[in-house]
């Protein structure tokens, strides 16, 4: 069976000298993912072999070599004597990533936290109908981490998140935390970057904390719409907190003003 071809790559010469494309072993990483995810790469089926996919990408059997030891780290395929590189079930799933940077673009902070207000209201909502009193113990105490750890000088974002992840286990559907748990990488640092903003300012700060405290009495209270509302409501002033921040925040984040 002809095996249909993975997604060209840009010459090695280009794209050594585009250094935030990631190395050539990166990028035919990258580029094999892709083919993966994009489901043209059947489970069982078998990638090209090293001397094909060398000449096809233009780089050494050393670089693909490398790639295809990351693909197998990854549980994307698997090496089988005598079969070559086969592509494992369910692969197009695990290989579907987001290839966001949000270091320090609040473009890109902005698509993370526009994805969370997706994902955060019907979370809230959910467990407002179908949280246990445990979840919701759980859900109180992950609150009042976040307020020790501000009162301990830390900037509480695995807290933050951690009050986010207990409101998604309180919705009964393990999907919701398993979502959260793979977008924590992204949310982890939109949050480290939208908390040092509002920590900036003591009023914003005491904002947040009316926010979360609004979205753990909607739960307590079993209303759904008053917790969808207070949960988008969060993240609807946290996208306006951002974009009213001061420019010379994103080059010196963190630093508090009074």
């Not at 002809?2 to 010469?13: D, E, G, R």
């Not at 990408?57 to 670089?63: H, I, K, N, P």
């Not at 246990?132 to 113990?137: F, N, S, Y």
Request: charge should be negative; charged fraction near 25%; aromatic fraction near 4%.
């Amino acid at each position: 069976m002809v095996q249909p071809a993975p997604p060209s790559l840009p010459n090695a010469s280009s794209s050594l000298k585009d250094a935030s494309k990631g190395t050539l072993a990166d990028q035919v990483t990258a580029a094999l993912k892709a083919h993966i995810a994009s489901g043209e790469a059947l489970p069982g089926s078998r990638l090209p072999t090293e001397p094909v996919l060398s000449e096809r990408y233009g780089v050494s059997r050393t670089v693909i070599r490398e790639a295809i030891s990351r693909l197998k780290s990854a549980g994307l395929v698997e090496v089988r004597q005598g079969s070559g590189t086969v592509v494992c079930e369910g692969a197009h799933i695990k290989a579907f990533t987001l290839d966001l940077d949000v270091t320090g673009s609040i473009e890109a902070v902005l698509r993370v936290t526009e994805l969370r207000r997706g994902i955060e209201g019907e979370a809230a909502a959910l467990a407002a109908q179908r949280h246990t009193a445990a979840q919701l113990e759980a859900i109180e105490r992950a609150l009042k981490a976040i307020d020790l750890a501000e009162h301990e000088g830390r900037d509480g974002v695995e807290e933050d998140l951690a009050f986010h992840l207990s409101v998604s286990h309180a919705t009964g559907n393990p999907l919701y935390p398993s979502l959260h748990e793979f977008i924590g990488q992204f949310v982890k640092e939109a949050i480290r970057i939208t908390r040092s903003n509002e920590e900036r300012r003591r009023d914003m700060a005491k904002t947040v904390r009316v926010e979360h405290f609004a979205i753990y009495t909607a739960i307590a209270a079993c209303d759904p719409e008053a917790a969808r509302h207070a949960a988008l409501n969060h993240i609807n002033n946290a996208v306006e907190r951002l974009k009213s921040a001061d420019p010379a925040f994103w080059q010196n984040p963190g630093a508090r003003t009074s």
